[in-house]
């Protein structure tokens, strides 16, 4: 007698007797079934409570930190102007509070959108990309086009994942590095020739707060990692061809 669990599976009763399970038994599998259920969903509900409290604590913890290493700065570039009157300081502070609005900015963007999606449409993605590049502070970098992608997604948060990794390899491969977008058979990569990302590294970037630079926030590939999740894509980063970082998105059905 075969019990199906809903989505958790199946649970099989055997007898060696023929005829050995009685309609009475059908319908007390049938209960045990549908209290089976109802315990493993709960059970999946709280799970999935605990890590979302775990996650948000881990945030705030992450985000108060952040915030206060440039509030110090901040502070102590107002205490320079004090004290001395020497207006040099003004710059230090210019610098704390750009780093606080990227922050809040990031922030802003999982708190309001998290791993949510809007109607899919068709979208250009060199389009897009050429988009992106002119929102993004490039400086003297280069962007190559060589993919021709068209894919079914949320164009907004398409565009948010392209300006991170944009904004990403200017900040960590320098103001004259060559981004790179091209094709792969499910999807698509974004590449540079930058100083890449070390092996050790690799599974860390997409964590929350991780970054290897001392003006980054950490969030940005936070955000590209949780737009891919909402897509049902995958995200992967190695070395690049010239020696940068290669961040890879696929399982893109056409």
Known sequence: MSIPLEDHGVVQLYSSEEGAFTERDEERAALYAEHVCTALDQAETVAQLRTQRDRNREFAELVSHDLRNPLQVLRGALDGIRDTGDRSHIERGYRALGRMESLVDDVLVLARKGD???????????????????????????????????????????????????????????????????????????????????????????????????????????????????????????????????????????
Request: hydrophobic fraction near 35%; include cysteine.
């Open 116 to 254: 949510q999606i809007t109607e899919k449409e068709s979208v250009d993605l060199d389009q897009l990309a050429e988009t992106c590049w002119q929102n993004t502070p490039t400086e003297d970098a280069t962007l190559r086009i060589v993919s021709g992608v068209c894919l079914e997604a949320d164009k907004d948060r398409v565009q948010q994942l392209l300006e991170n990794l944009f904004r990403n390899a200017v900040e960590h491969g320098g103001t004259d590095v060559t981004v790179t977008i091209g094709e792969m058979e499910d999807g698509f990569y974004v590449a540079d020739d930058g100083c890449g990302i070390a092996p050790a590294l690799q599974e860390k970037i997409f964590y929350d707060g991780y970054s290897s630079t001392a003006d980054g926030t950490g969030i940005g590939l936070a955000i590209v990692a949780t737009i891919v999740e909402a897509h049902d894509w995958e995200i992967s980063v190695s070395d690049s061809e010239a020696g940068g970082a290669r961040f890879e998105i696929s399982g893109i059905s056409s």
